[in-house]
């Protein structure tokens, strides 16, 4: 992978948490950049959506599982990922904005991360979001008037969010201009690679592809998903 | 889901983190385990290699570094997961022990975790491996006598490791009995999902695997990348 960058190409990284993000909608696209920052300057910023730096877990808070149902199990199952600024100490610029989905999209509590998520895409170029993140970009009104898409198993909980937005059911990854919106948790790892592929090059995402022993969907309207959950 | 477990079902899985992990090594099969844990009563232990409960980092080593090449760009890009336990003061009791891979396994000083990764195989019934973590794996001597395969573009480095260990070099994973290796990376996915079914039964992984929205693949055969990389 030739170390071919110019200044065009995005270099700062930031990427959204909150108590309840889905792992894979996070460590699928970071898996991917992981790799990509051995050979092109990048670096990673890990925004909490709390007021502090602690640890951010993929653990649901109480107030969701209140709305989506309690667990059926007494599991102690969850990891909690180190966050380099929360919303309130921001880094000050973003090349790349990712936002993660999750069952902590459906907390009541998240105003706060709305209103920084609506600050920061402002003057990002590229905003992309995993599944139910797209739910907060919609209500941050990223996707105004914007083609997109979401997670299909909770396609219903797009509903009414977005101003003017065409939600799309039949697509693993939706790009409207620099914004890129994926179907549930996997559909990130296609989306990221295409996301890669228009930024770096074919080649260069092929690697990444490659060297993850991962075969990539590569049609964006490729979604079994969308016919199983009857969209 | 019905939580229809009995006894015979695994509770505890612990899950060995050093500096260095591949994030979707750990973070794929996690993000499986994570949804069934609401249904199934799961708990996880992540074991740190080091001797210290500090969150241990994606970033390789500079000893690895030395070993397999230092990145050509200069990039501050690396997650940090918090460990619940070290292998100095492991978890008491696991069913399923998790050993990832990446480049940290190139690291000069894996004795420890070695000797660890030794001693806890001997009481756990399902050892799992994903990619180059099955090189730690065969150093324990958890693959002697055994079926297995590992990541296909550094095929090379399980070259002597194991005792009377048989390769298989084309595989998207290997079983052999309660042991299970995966190919590179991606692959870890396929390989839990595949134990998921073996272990929880089909309906539980297909709609766990729906829930993702990811497209299994369900043949253990199926290996483009060992043709890819000439093996």
Redesign the interface.
């Known amino acids: 992978m030739a ?1 071919n ?1 110019t200044s065009s190409l995005p270099v700062n ?1 930031g990427v959204i948490l909150f108590p309840g993000f ?3 909608d ?3 696209p ?2 991917a ?2 790799i990509l ?8 910023s ?1 925004i909490s959506s709390l007021s502090t730096l602690d ?1 951010v877990s ?1 653990q649901p808070p109480a107030s969701v599982n209140a709305i989506v149902g309690a ?12 966050p380099t600024h929360t919303i309130h100490t921001p880094p000050p610029t973003l090349d790349v904005l990712l936002i993660p989905g999750g069952l902590g999209t459906r907390a009541p509590d998240l105003e706060p991360l709305i209103a920084y998520i609506a600050r920061a895409a402002q003057s990002t170029k590229h905003v992309l979001t995993v599944c139910t993140g797209s739910w907060l970009a919609a209500r941050a009104g990223v996707l105004d008037g914007k083609r997109a898409t979401s ?3 909770s396609w219903a909980g797009r509903e009414g969010l977005g101003n003017g937005t065409e939600w799309v059911a039949h697509a693993r990854w939706v790009q409207d201009g620099d914004t890129w919106t994926s ?5 990130g ?1 296609d989306m990221l690679l295409a996301w890669m592929e228009s930024v770096f090059g074919a080649g260069v995402a092929e690697e990444v592809a ?6 990539r ?1 590569t049609d964006p309207s490729w979604d ?2 969308a016919d ?1 959950y009857g969209l």
């Open positions: 170390d960058t990284v889905q792992a894979l996070v460590f699928g970071l898996d950049l992981n920052s051995r050979s092109y300057p990048l670096n990673l890990l640890p993929t667990p059926t199990a007494n599991s102690h199952f969850a990891q909690s990922l180190v997670n299909k198993r179907s549930g948790v996997s559909a790892i490659n060297g993850m022993e991962y075969e969907h079994p998903f199983l």
